[in-house]
Nanobody, 124 residues
């Protein structure tokens, strides 16, 4: 599967952005999906994950209550709605897909496929 992320940009603190990640190739519903981010000089950080079924989600502590992950199997797309953005959310955001996944499982690691990344910059 090939992943294409988009939707990043420059936003003021307190604002919102929605990232999208479209998949081509194998049906996206066969995969668990996730979003990760990497800020300059830092390691990759788990942001959010959603199950194959789309019914279960998991969030990293820094984004709980502010970000929402969702998926649309008909469009082969996973989204990350980001609200109440903070300067510390500035990073390159990557979507990822994991093939070995149970229908209800959410995963913080073990992803096989990665998108190219989209830059999110939050100004103070």
């Amino acid at each position: 599967v090939q992943l294409q992320a988009c939707g990043g940009g420059l936003v003021q603190a307190g604002g919102s952005l929605r990232l999208s990640c479209s998949a081509s190739g194998r049906t996206f519903s066969s995969y668990a999906k996730g979003w990760f981010r990497q800020a300059p000089g830092k390691g990759r950080e788990f942001v959010a994950a959603i199950s194959r079924s789309g019914s279960f989600a998991d969030y990293g502590d820094p984004v709980k209550g502010r970000f929402t992950i969702s998926s649309d199997s008909a469009k082969n797309t996973v989204y990350l709605q980001m609200n109440k953005l903070k300067p510390e959310d500035t990073a390159v955001y990557y979507c990822a897909a994991r093939l070995n996944a149970i229908s209800s499982g959410t995963y913080r690691d073990g992803y096989h496929y990665w998108g190219q990344g989209t830059q999110v910059t939050v100004s103070s």
